[in-house]
């Protein structure tokens, strides 16, 4: 018969004494904490105080579902409240009303990490079984360097390709599985029990660490699935038309004087432009500009999360958006180009940026003009323009009358100027405005090599 170590509850189990669960040999309890992005167990402070009053481990999981990852996660820290020996745990398993893909559990457990700095872990049975084939090949070694908690109601324990091991087994549910199904300290006999291969300090020593040595090396194995659906499933089921749904506050986006949109918008807009990407004007209002730009920047960073088509969807995604955005930034990410735009293929720019098209044609025609007046200015006072506009000083310096209305006489003074100045003006004319196109060249061409012009 198997000795459980560990049991998993919730509100929906009737805790007599977890004192006599203790002496029973049970050496830890995983409660339900939250689900989705709104419900609380009711009643897991309580029962934490009495695990802990009864000397066992504590930790706490939460249901998924396929609404926003960092609100869920947010949901989580919230309800569960952990210090330093509060294990975290990720339930991925079938949600019939909403399901988290495979995808989505990689970025929560990221960004579990990343807010209490250890690794939480995580608890499936056939939805990961079925699903971690879909994961690129470094999230899949991401997601199997966590402890895994296995559903799997039945005599031996099958692991997803990629362990080589479970950490926690729950081996029955509902009555469901091998023996024994009850627990003294707990009502009922179809109560979720875990087994655990070690001792009671090789337990403590995994349940809250800071950190794993590393990720389990991938396998082959292959798949056999648990019968049925785990109770954590059915219990969540009924808590999801449950009434106590506190909402977790938002993460709020610095308020800029000259944002005429949504604030939330203009800071992504804003760190997006930053990447190489082009929302468009920096308004925080949503437009093709700004959908093509966060629809470009999910398909370079893989794809996994689901492109907004207006404000509202925006806001459903909006922070795992931004934590994706902050993790580009961590590793200074610019938006790739291919090579023939890193080259600066001459088709290739004039098809993303045809502006340049006629920025080069006044360049040439500018730099044409400025080269025939120049030339010009020459063929006329090549050999005497320093007689003549000596001539010019000498004869009119006194011309000038000292009253306000010498005005008068200026277009008269202006037609005694040699024509080759004229000319020379001219082509220094041209040649700053050949200048000035062929700075907007240049700046055309690096926005479409560097990808910031799309």
């Given at each position: 018969m198997i000795q459980p170590r560990v049991v998993d509850i919730s509100h929906h189990n009737k805790v007599t004494d977890l004192k006599d669960t203790a002496a029973a040999?049970?050496?830890?309890?995983?409660?339900?904490?939250?689900?989705?992005?709104?419900?609380?167990?009711?009643?897991y402070a309580s029962r934490r105080e009495q695990a802990r009053a009864a000397g066992?481990?504590?930790?706490?999981?939460?249901?998924?579902?396929?609404?926003?990852?960092?609100?869920?996660?947010?949901?989580?820290?919230?309800?569960?409240?952990p210090d330093e020996g509060t294990l975290l745990v990720l339930d991925f398993e079938d949600n019939p009303k909403s399901n988290m893909s495979v995808q989505q559990a990689v970025q929560f457990l990221r960004l579990l990490e990343q807010k209490t700095g250890r690794k939480g872990a995580i608890y499936s049975g056939n939805r990961l079984k079925e699903n971690i084939a879909k994961l690129s090949s470094a999230d899949r070694v991401y997601i199997c360097s966590h402890r895994l908690w296995l559903c799997q109601y039945g005599p031996r324990a099958v692991l997803p390709a990629g362990f080589t091991e479970y950490w926690l087994w729950q081996y029955t549910g509902d009555g469901i599985g091998p023996e024994p199904h009850s627990v003294a300290g707990i009502a009922g006999t179809g109560i979720d029990l875990n087994a655990y291969q070690g001792d009671l300090a090789k337990l403590t020593e995994e349940w809250a660490p800071s950190s794993l040595l590393g990720a389990l090396t991938v396998s082959s194995r292959s798949?056999?699935?648990?019968?049925?659906?785990?109770?954590?499933?059915?219990?969540?089921a009924s808590d999801e038309n449950s009434g106590s749904r506190p909402q977790p506050s938002g993460m709020s986006a610095p308020i800029d004087a000259d944002v005429q949109g949504d604030p939330e918008l203009y800071s992504v807009q804003k760190r997006l432009k930053a990447m190489h990407y082009s929302p468009g004007v920096l308004d925080g209002k949503w437009?093709?500009?700004?959908?093509?730009?966060?629809?470009?920047?999910?398909?370079?960073?893989?794809?996994h999360i689901a492109v907004p088509?207006?404000?509202?969807?925006?806001?459903?995604v909006r922070d795992e958006l931004k934590v994706e955005i902050a993790q580009a930034e961590a590793e200074s990410f610019v938006r790739p180009v291919t090579e023939a735009r890193k080259t600066a293929d001459p088709a290739i720019v004039a098809t993303v940026a045809p502006e340049v098209v006629p920025a080069k044609r006044n360049f040439f025609a500018s730099v044409a003009a400025a080269i025939t007046a120049f030339f010009g200015a020459l063929w006329n006072t090549l050999s005497s323009w320093v007689d003549q506009a000596w001539d010019l000083f000498s004869d009119h310096k006194d011309d000038l009358p000292s009253d306000p209305s010498f005005m008068s006489s200026v277009w008269e003074y202006l037609?005694?100027?040699?024509?080759?100045?004229?000319?020379?003006?001219?082509?220094?004319?041209?040649?700053?405005?050949?200048?000035n196109a062929h700075s907007s060249v240049k700046k055309i061409t690096s926005a479409v090599q560097t990808g910031a012009r799309q």
């Open positions: 040999g049970i050496w830890g309890v995983i409660h339900k904490a939250s689900q989705g992005q709104s419900y609380r167990d009711p009643d066992l481990l504590w930790g706490a999981y939460h249901f998924n579902d396929g609404t926003n990852v960092a609100g869920q996660v947010e949901n989580l820290l919230k309800a569960a409240a798949d056999d699935a648990e019968a049925g659906q785990s109770s954590h499933a059915r219990q969540a437009g093709g500009g700004t959908s093509g730009a966060i629809s470009s920047f999910v398909n370079d960073r893989g794809g088509a207006s404000l509202e969807a925006f806001n459903d037609g005694k100027v040699p024509t080759g100045i004229w000319f020379l003006l001219a082509a220094i004319g041209l040649g700053l405005l050949a200048w």
